[in-house]
């Protein structure tokens, strides 16, 4: 079955420090992948999806098709980077989600 | 800027209920869903509809019933509400169909069954 994996429930990193966030899929084809985000009291909203190979907030991901992952990275941790991330998968006309991961900056 | 509403921040409900969650979009978008956020569970699909009268299951459609007779509203029906449906509800549009387009997300429905 199709499946993304986020391994860590809880990230919890000091300011400055770099992020990296782990997203793992199951598919055979070649996906659209994508993290949504969602910081306290917000809605959940897109950060950033494979296809455009943007930095977002200073944020990047990239795919790795032998590792079938698309990890989240940021070089320097702000304490506004403090949020839920989901890392999310296209398949057949919807998206497919990652049980998602806390992240927490300390100052 | 995409604007997806829905109609209840809160709700409490007593098992055994018929319970409407309404979602209302402005943007004219064709797709609509509903999922489901619980804690260690991430987001996991209930319904979702690409046209107007249109409705497909998601990964748990059990004891949920949805209905879209316009395109802008996408309405999410629990017939009889048991305590393992508390959670919290997200409804999210989409401009087209197809997976990879970007879902918005409406501030979501915490509801509780007691």
């Known amino acids: 079955a199709q499946r993304v994996t986020q391994p860590e429930k809880l990230l919890s990193v000091f300011k400055g420090a770099p992020v990296e966030l782990k997203c793992n899929y199951s598919?055979?084809?070649?996906?659209?992948l994508f993290w949504y985000v969602q910081y306290s009291r917000q809605r959940l909203q897109l950060l950033l999806r494979?296809?455009s190979r943007e930095s977002i907030k200073g944020f990047t991901a990239d795919l790795n098709k032998g590792e079938t992952s698309f990890h989240l990275k940021k070089p320097f941790a702000q304490e506004e980077d403090s949020a839920m991330y989901y890392c999310?998968?296209?398949?057949?006309?919807?998206?497919?989600f990652g049980a998602g991961t806390i992240l927490r900056v300390k100052s | 800027d995409v604007k997806v509403t829905q109609s209840s921040r809160y709700l409490v409900k007593r098992t055994g209920e018929k319970v409407f969650l309404e979602c209302v979009q402005d943007?004219?978008?064709?797709?609509m869903f509903w999922y489901r956020q619980d804690p260690g569970l991430g987001l996991r699909l209930i319904y979702f509809?690409?046209?107007?009268?249109?409705?497909e299951k998601g990964d748990i459609p059990e004891g949920y019933s949805v209905s879209r007779e316009k395109k802008e509203r996408f309405s999410l029906i629990l017939e009889s509400a048991s305590t393992n449906q508390t959670s919290m509800y997200l409804c999210?549009?989409?401009?087209?169909?197809?997976?990879?387009?970007?879902?918005?997300f409406g501030p979501g429905t915490r509801l509780l069954v007691l």
């Open positions: 999310a998968m296209e398949y057949g006309n919807k998206l497919v």
């Open positions: 943007m004219d978008h064709e797709n």
């Open positions: 494979h296809i």
């Open positions: 509809s690409y046209d107007v009268k249109m409705k």
């Open positions: 598919y055979s084809g070649s996906p659209e």
């Open positions: 999210a549009s989409s401009r087209d169909r197809g997976g990879q387009e970007t879902q918005y």
